[in-house]
């Protein structure tokens, strides 16, 4: 059995922590954290709920769903608390989509470094699509039609794309029309794939845009930094 390796992330967080322990000054690039405190609200919550050593449902509770579900409710996408499933960060939950869903995985190039880990742990063959020259996050609509058509021809079915706007890790996000144009596919002839919208979320949005049937569907986890 080989010996599992680091992760590139978290080894270069412990040496900077390290440093940071150590006195020294250091400029933190490699965890996207915003550094910022916590809401008052959230730490208020967080302390209450501290004192219920019980175990809560696996689907996350009832109060924080509702809370979800009113948040994407009150931006225009009408939302109920059984739709909603929490889990303990963005990671876990865009593991379990991809875990549910069959086939190869298309990830724009650049991509965070963990979707293709996760990806290959599920045994899921990946496809590289580059970025197109104004940003990052989503693949060249051209491009992306090429590789559809190249998997197609090899018999590949491709079962999901991940998506990341704003961009991690160029940090951009194209403009309104550019993200419309390059969601899922490039169109209606393409194999596999019909277009969809993509929304960007307010700090990260990861939407995962599976294939079946020849029509395309999406799930969207959000982190936000402020669930007001």
């Known amino acids: ?68 579900a009113g948040w994407f409710s009150r931006r225009g996408l009408p939302t109920r608390a059984e739709q909603i499933l929490l889990a303990p960060g963005s990671k876990a939950l865009l593991y379990g989509v991809l875990g549910a869903i069959q086939g190869a995985v298309i990830l724009p190039q650049p991509s965070w470094v963990s979707y293709a880990a996760q990806a290959g742990l599920l045994g899921r063959e990946v496809i590289y699509v580059p970025i197109p020259a104004e940003a990052g996050g989503v693949p060249d609509p051209a491009l992306l039609r090429t590789a559809l058509a190249e998997a197609a021809e090899r018999g590949t079915t491709v079962g999901a794309m991940v998506l990341t706007l704003p961009d991690n890790p160029t940090r951009s996000s194209p403009a309104g029309s550019a993200s419309r144009s390059h969601s899922v596919g490039g169109g209606s002839g393409s194999p596999g794939c019909r277009r969809r919208p993509c929304t960007p979320g307010s700090r990260t949005t990861w939407s995962v845009s599976p294939a079946r049937s020849g029509r395309a569907w999406q799930l969207r986890c959000r982190r936000s930094s402020s669930m007001r």
Do not use: C, W
Not at 27 to 37: M, T, Y
């Open 1 to 68: 059995m080989s010996t599992p390796t680091h992760s590139a992330t978290l080894m270069i967080n412990e040496l900077v922590q390290d440093k940071l322990a150590a006195g020294e000054k250091v400029v933190h690039l490699g965890f996207g954290e915003a550094g910022l405190p916590p809401l008052e609200e959230l730490r208020t919550t967080l302390d209450q709920a501290s004192r219920d050593t019980t175990y809560g449902k696996v689907v996350g509770a009832a109060p924080a769903r509702a809370a979800v």
